[in-house]
């Protein structure tokens, strides 16, 4: 499985981004993929996650009311899920990635996913 991510950029408090990341290569029938941030010095962060077909998903209370995850599955080759935030606030930068997991329930550890992206920054500005 290939992750890349996207859509990452610059952007002022307030305002809005929406990340993209796209599944390629052996895709798992029943994956569930979620997004992750890390800003320097620090660890990894759970930022949110989706089940495979998208009926459920578990948001980081950091970012509740804000975010909102979503995927389409309709190109079975290439799953696609995305990450619409909101409401950006200077506190929201980092590195974003995208990751996956096999299992049908939306995880918060970072141990539960196997396949990772390579990362889009995001930097609100105050």
């Known amino acids: 499985v290939q992750l890349q991510a996207s859509g990452g950029g610059l952007v002022q408090a307030g305002g809005s981004l929406r990340l993209s990341c796209v599944a390629s290569?052996?895709?798992?029938?029943?994956?569930?993929m979620g997004w992750f941030r890390q800003s320097p010095g620090k660890e990894r962060d759970f930022v949110a996650a989706?089940?495979?077909?998208?009926?459920?998903?578990?948001?980081?209370d950091s970012v509740k009311g804000r975010f909102t995850i979503s995927r389409d599955n309709a190109n079975i080759a290439k799953n696609t899920v995305y990450l619409q935030m909101n409401g950006l606030k200077p506190e929201d930068t980092a590195v974003y990635y995208c990751?996956?997991?096999?299992?049908?329930?939306?995880?918060?550890?970072?141990?539960?996913?196997?396949?990772w992206g390579q990362g889009t920054q995001v930097t609100v500005s105050s």
């Open positions: 990751a996956a997991a096999r299992g049908s329930r939306p995880a918060d550890r970072t141990s539960a996913y196997t396949h």
């Open positions: 290569g052996r895709t798992f029938s029943n994956n569930v």
């Open positions: 989706i089940s495979w077909n998208g009926g459920s998903t578990y948001i980081a």
